[in-house]
T-cell receptor, first 112, second 109 residues
Framework: GAGVSQSPSNKVTEKGKDVELRCDPI?????LYWYRQSLGQGLEFLIY????????KSGLPSDRFSAERTGGSVSTLTIQRTQQEDSAVYLC??????????FGPGTRLTVT | RKEVEQDPGPFNVPEGATVAFNCTYS??????FFWYRQDCRKEPKLLMS???SGNEDGRFTAQLNRASQYISLLIRDSKLSDSATYLC??????????FGAGTILRVKS
């Protein structure tokens, strides 16, 4: 079946612009997670959705970052007024249980 | 101090070798642990869960020592295809996965 998909696969933007990253989870998966991975770094948790609600937003690095999920499915991560330190690979994962999270291929964001 | 720490490597080993990776975690409340594998420029994929009693999946053996807050992964008879980054992961509160920075393995012929 279809896995987690993310779009765009690559995004280059100018400092100060807003960007939207999209995640389509595996159908039926109720939990959705956003992580980011900077060059040479481990994955950093950003936010977690259970259904449409986000019980844990603790990983969002600043108020420029926000995320929403609608219909218990698609999620959008928005970064406002992008900075160069936002450059990273943004990974989305979904799961039905807490044991295994299935990751999408990621969006590589470059802020120039 | 990071919540999950790993030796970044790289570990360079010949085919057929046995190699072991270690990982420590600082949150004693963490209940579940995993090893994920990440290939270059690819997404992480679950390799195996780690149980207190130790568990084996083919050439891979994982161990958990709660007293020492230590996790290990042993790979026997290394294959070229085992070359990847191995991520030690703890399940924290709220079903949040906390990842180590990863250990790089390079298996050479």
């Amino acid at each position: 079946g279809a896995g987690v998909s993310q779009s765009p696969s690559n995004k280059v933007t100018e400092k100060g612009k807003d960007v939207e990253l999209r995640c389509d989870p595996i159908s039926g998966h109720t939990a959705l997670y956003w992580y980011r991975q900077s060059l040479g770094q481990g994955l950093e948790f950003l936010i977690y959705f259970q259904g449409n609600s986000a019980p844990d937003k603790s990983g969002l690095p600043s108020d420029r970052f926000s995320a929403e999920r609608t219909g218990g499915s698609v999620s959008t991560l928005t970064i406002q007024r992008t900075q160069q330190e936002d450059s990273a690979v943004y990974l989305c994962a979904s799961s039905q249980t807490s044991v295994e999270q299935y990751f999408g291929p990621g969006t590589r964001l470059t802020v120039t | 101090r990071k919540e999950v720490e790993q030796d970044p490597g790289p570990f360079n080993v010949p085919e057929g070798a046995t190699v072991a990776f270690n990982c420590t975690y600082s949150n004693s409340a963490s209940q579940s642990f995993f090893w994920y594998r990440q290939d270059c420029r690819k997404e992480p994929k679950l390799l195996m869960s780690v149980y207190s009693s130790g568990n084996e999946d083919g050439r891979f053996t994982a161990q958990l020592n709660r007293a020492s807050q230590y996790i290990s992964l042993l790979i026997r008879d290394s294959k070229l295809s085992d070359s990847a980054t191995y991520l030690c992961v703890a399940l924290s509160y709220g079903n949040k996965l906390v990842f180590g920075a990863g250990t790089i393995l390079r298996v050479k012929s």
